[in-house]
């Protein structure tokens, strides 16, 4: 898995998507450290990064990193 930033998506069509899960569980007061130098970026591109309760959605969620790109100027 690699960030694609060669290829364009014509008008009308859909880019791919990634979502990486893990059935992992931590308990309230964990740290969490993460790389996120090489998340995608460009136009149209959302990078995120979330976690959630185990009996999600009714347990919530909280989205630690969640931006679109190329939000300045539009």
Do not use: Q
């Amino acid at each position: 898995m690699k960030v694609d930033n060669t290829s364009s998506v014509t008008v009308g069509n859909n880019r791919n998507s990634v979502r990486i899960n893990t059935k992992d569980h931590y308990t309230v007061g964990s740290l969490w450290v993460t790389d996120m130098v090489h998340v995608p970026y460009g136009c149209s591109v959302w990078p995120a990064f979330w976690s959630s309760a185990a009996d999600w959605p009714s347990g919530g969620e909280v989205r630690h990193a969640c931006t679109p790109m190329c939000h300045l100027g539009n």
